[in-house]
Nanobody
Framework: QVQLVESGGGLVQAGGSLRLSCVASGLTFSRYVMAWFRQAPGKEREFVAAISRSGGGTDYADSVKGRFTISRDNAVNTLFLRMNNLKPEDTAVYYC?????????????????WGQGTQVTVSS
C-alpha cells in the first residue's frame, strides 16, 4: 500500500531553518504531483507548496513564498521542503501528500494519500 513518511521536524528559533523530507513507497513516485500542507493547533489544514511530477513546476502559498522551497528526487522517491527564515506562525504539523493528474492544486480534497505528519515548532 501507499506510505508517505515525513521527517525532519523539530524545535527551532525564529529566523532559523529546517529541511523536511517525505519518503514515498507503494507508488510510482514520478507519476504523482506532490505537495506539503500544514495544520496549526485549532486551525484547518492549509496548503503550503506543490511540485509537478518532474519537479519543473512549483506553487507556493503567499505566506511562505520566498522563504520555503519544495523539491523532489524521483530517483529515491523523496519529497523535500526547505524552510528558511522561520517564523512563530509557521508552527504546525507538516504533512506530505500526493495526487494523480498533472495540475498543481491547493485544495486538500484533490489529494489522495497523507503521511502521519512531522511537528515543526518555531520559538520567538
Amino acid at each position: 500500500q501507499v506510505q508517505l513518511v515525513e521527517s525532519g521536524g523539530g524545535l527551532v528559533q525564529a529566523g532559523g531553518s529546517l529541511r523536511l523530507s517525505c519518503v514515498a513507497s507503494g507508488l510510482t513516485f514520478s507519476r504523482y504531483v506532490m505537495a506539503w500542507f500544514r495544520q496549526a493547533p485549532g486551525k484547518e489544514r492549509e496548503f503550503v507548496a506543490a511540485i509537478s511530477r518532474s519537479g519543473g513546476g512549483t506553487d507556493y502559498a503567499d505566506s511562505v513564498k520566498g522563504r520555503f522551497t519544495i523539491s523532489r528526487d524521483n530517483a529515491v522517491n523523496t519529497l523535500f521542503l526547505r524552510m528558511n527564515n522561520l517564523k512563530p506562525e509557521d508552527t504546525a504539523v507538516y504533512y506530505c501528500t500526493d495526487r494523480t493528474g498533472i495540475s498543481l492544486q491547493r485544495d486538500e480534497g484533490a489529494y489522495e494519500y497523507w503521511g502521519q505528519g512531522t511537528q515543526v515548532t518555531v520559538s520567538s
